[in-house]
């Protein structure tokens, strides 16, 4: 069975950080990129953030420009696990915050999500306020 457990969320001030894992467990991790998804109130899902596959796929990152310099994303392949490093939090950020895995690449074309994802997690809520 596959699945996708977030954790890490939580209330922060404007200007704080969090640190947001997703454990996998089900497939085979190091084949498919990976990717965080927001949703903010009131807003389609949007992919913010993507990891290439560790094999084919190179590691290579990509992010929302509403994210750049602020949000880096990385994976221990070891242990099946992604993270999403968020500092310098805005109001804005808040929204739940969705794990995904599909594909090998990270390209997002046609839409506000990173083709391919097929496994989701139930996401995890982050509130950005003072």
């Known amino acids: 069975e596959v699945q996708l457990v977030e954790s890490g969320g939580g209330l922060v001030q404007p200007g704080g950080s969090l640190r947001l894992s997703c454990a996998a467990s089900g497939f085979t991790f190091s084949s498919y990129a990976m990717s965080w998804v927001r949703q903010a109130p009131g807003k389609e899902r949007e992919g913010i953030s993507c990891?290439?596959?560790?094999?084919?796929?190179?590691?290579?990152?990509d992010s929302a420009d509403s994210v750049k310099n602020r949000f880096t994303i990385s994976r221990d392949n070891n242990k099946n696990t992604v993270y999403l490093q968020m500092n310098s939090l805005k109001p804005e950020d808040t929204g739940v915050y969705y794990c995904?895995?599909?594909?090998?690449?990270?390209?997002?074309?046609?839409?506000?999500?990173?083709?391919?994802?097929?496994?989701w997690g139930k996401g995890t809520l982050v509130t950005v306020s003072s």
């Open positions: 990891i290439a596959s560790g094999s084919s796929g190179g590691g290579r990152t």
């Open positions: 995904a895995a599909g594909g090998i690449m990270c390209i997002k074309k046609g839409g506000p999500i990173y083709n391919g994802m097929e496994y």
